[in-house]
């Protein structure tokens, strides 16, 4: 039986765990990791804070987002873009335009970062600001719905 085992190896099932852990979680690290890094990297710009901070308060159009914070509708894309990669958003067409929510089942990560941003965001004089402007736009814009931006382009 020992020529057998030097032969053919050991013959014992493989480990299932590695430091107390199944193999399969430590197999899977790389891709924790780069999930991890693009999260951290999506919020660790103020425009995506401020939208986040913008989203906690429910699905907005991009052209409510572009009004509030008075930057231009592709600025606004381009960071939404970068937090719906992120995992941070979700997206849906309606009509011409694109609504953005809150992920509906973020994984424990997004959650846990999600909370603690809906915890420290409210307090930033900037965010408060954000939030008026918001319901105020929101109450003038009524029932008419989204519209082409009425908001002057700055010249500088």
């Given at each position: 039986m020992d020529?057998v085992?030097k032969?053919c190896?050991n013959?014992q099932q493989p480990?299932?765990k590695?430091?107390?852990?199944p193999?399969s ?7 924790h990791?780069e999930?991890?890094?693009q999260?951290?990297k999506a ?12 989203l ?5 159009c991009v052209?409510d ?11 606004v894309s381009?960071h939404?873009s970068y937090?719906r ?6 997206s849906q ?9 809150m992920p509906?089942k973020p994984d ?14 409210p ?6 600001e954000d939030?008026v ?8 814009k009524?029932?008419k719905g989204c ?5 002057k382009?700055s010249?500088t």
């Open positions: 020529h085992k032969l190896g013959t480990k299932t590695l430091f107390g852990l193999i979680v430590h197999a899977d690290i790389p891709n990791m999930h991890t890094t999260l951290f919020l660790g710009d103020i425009t995506r804070l401020r939208i986040m901070a913008l906690f308060s429910g699905e907005l052209c987002i572009t009004e509030t914070l008075n930057l231009p509708q592709s600025t381009r939404l937090l990669n992120a995992g941070l958003v979700q067409r309606k009509q011409n335009w694109m609504h953005y929510r509906s424990q990560l997004l959650r846990g970062a999600i909370e603690l941003l809906q915890q420290q965001l307090i930033l004089a900037t965010i408060q939030q402007n918001l319901k105020i736009y929101l109450k003038e009524g029932k519209q082409k931006s009425s908001r382009k010249t």
